[in-house]
C-alpha cells in the first residue's frame, strides 16, 4: 500500500494521512422479488429424517436493495454485546436494529470485541413488501463492517456467504439468500438457521416477471409478528415433489416448470394448515394467470407482493404484459416493476 505524507499546518509535523482517516467500508446488497418455493421439506431417511423449512429466493441482482458505510471508532472502546442499545454501534436511521445486531455480531466474529462504529443505512425496497429490505441492509452491514476491518488492518478479509448467512440469522432470526450467487447456482436455503439445504447445478430459467403489490394501502407485513405457517403431512409431501420439478426446471431451463412451481408455492402459502399468508384477490389472479398465458404467479410468503412470470422469449410478451396491467389494476393493485432475471 502506497502511503501518503502530508504536512500538518502549523506546526510542521509530517503525519501519515491513513492514520488521521477512520477505518471506513462501504457496502451493498441486492434485493429479492419474493420465492419461488418456501415451504417444509423432508430431509434424509431413518435416524437422519428431519423437516427443514426453507425457501429459494427470486434474487435481482442488478437492482438497488441496500447501501451500508460503517465507520470504526477507535476512540469508543469499551465493553460492548450484542443486544439493542449496548452493542456500541450508532446506527442511522435508529430504528434499523437488525444491522445495528449485525455489525457488533460481525465485529465480533473479527476478534474486535472492545471496537465501535457508526453505521449509515439506506434501503430502496419497501419494508414489509416481501422484498428483502430487512435482509439486504443486514448483509450490506455485514459487508460494511467487514470491508472497514480490512481498511483497519491493511489487509484482504475473506467474509463468505456461509459466515454472511450465519451472521445475518444471528441479527434477524430469519434470513433470505441474497448472500450467496445466484448466476450461476441455485440454493434451497434453510432461512431460520442460515444454511444451505441443496445446491441445485445451475441458475433459475431466465424469466420475465411483471411484479405489483396486494398489500400497498395496508403498508406491509411485519415479518417479526408473522406467526409460521403450519402445513399437512401431505403438504410437506407435496414440497419434495415441487423440489424435484424444480430440479428438473433448472436442468433444462424451462420456464414453464419454474412457473409450476412458483404456482404451487404460492397456492401452499394461501392453503397453509395453520397460519395461511392469504393474498387478497387470490382466485382473480390465478384466473388473470390464466387468461394471460403467463407461466405462473410468484408471490412473497412472509409480504405482500405477487408477480407474474411470463417466457420472455415469447413473440407477442409486449401484448400479453399490456392485458396484465390493465386486469391487474382494475383489481385496485399498483405495479411495482417489471424485469427480466438476468441468469
Known amino acids: 500500500m502506497t502511503e501518503m505524507l502530508t504536512r500538518t499546518p502549523g506546526d510542521g509535523r509530517i503525519t501519515n494521512s491513513h492514520a488521521l482517516a477512520k477505518p471506513c467500508g462501504v457496502a451493498t446488497c441486492q434485493p429479492h422479488f419474493g420465492e ?12 437422519n429424517h428431519r423437516t427443514v423449512r426453507a425457501l429459494v429466493s427470486v434474487h435481482m441482482p442488478h437492482a438497488d436493495g441496500a447501501e451500508a458505510r460503517a465507520t470504526l471508532e477507535p476512540s469508543r472502546m469499551g465493553k460492548f454485546v450484542p443486544q439493542v442499545g449496548r452493542t456500541g454501534i450508532e446506527v442511522r436511521p435508529n430504528h434499523f436494529y437488525k444491522c445495528e445486531l449485525a ?9 474486535m470485541h472492545n471496537m465501535a462504529a457508526t453505521l449509515e443505512v439506506r434501503t430502496f425496497v419497501p419494508e414489509g413488501a416481501g422484498m428483502g429490505s430487512s435482509t439486504s441492509g443486514v448483509v450490506a452491514s455485514i459487508r460494511a463492517i467487514a470491508k472497514s476491518v480490512a481498511a483497519c488492518r491493511g489487509s484482504r478479509v475473506i467474509m463468505t456467504p456461509h459466515l454472511q448467512a450465519k451472521l445475518a440469522v444471528a441479527a434477524e432470526h430469519a434470513s433470505d439468500s441474497l448472500m450467496f450467487d445466484c448466476t450461476s447456482s441455485t440454493v434451497l436455503f ?3 438457521v442460515g444454511r444451505v439445504v441443496q445446491f441445485f447445478n445451475g441458475p433459475l430459467p431466465q424469466m420475465y416477471i411483471l411484479g405489483f403489490d396486494t398489500g400497498a394501502a395496508n403498508g406491509g407485513i411485519g415479518t417479526d409478528r408473522l406467526p409460521r405457517a403450519r402445513y399437512s ?6 414440497f419434495g415433489c415441487a423440489l424435484a420439478v424444480l430440479e428438473r426446471a433448472i436442468a433444462e431451463q424451462s420456464v414453464t416448470l419454474a412457473g409450476r412451481v412458483a404456482t404451487f408455492s404460492a397456492i401452499q402459502s394461501e392453503t397453509a394448515l395453520q397460519n395461511p399468508l392469504k393474498k387478497p384477490k387470490f382466485d382473480e389472479l390465478l384466473r388473470i394467470k390464466e387468461d394471460t398465458g403467463s407461466a405462473g404467479i410468484v408471490v412473497a410468503h412472509s409480504g405482500t407482493v405477487a408477480g407474474l412470470i411470463f417466457d420472455p422469449n415469447l413473440a407477442d410478451l409486449r401484448s400479453r404484459l399490456d392485458e396484465a396491467k390493465s386486469a391487474i389494476g382494475c383489481l385496485g393493485f399498483d405495479i411495482l416493476c417489471s424485469f427480466s432475471t438476468p441468469y
Open 36 to 47: 419461488l418455493l418456501q415451504g417444509a421439506f423432508a430431509i434424509g431417511k431413518g435416524a
Open 103 to 111: 455489525a457488533r455480531l460481525t465485529l465480533d466474529a473479527f476478534g
Open 190 to 192: 434453510a432461512h431460520r
Open 233 to 238: 403431512r401431505d403438504q410437506i409431501a407435496a
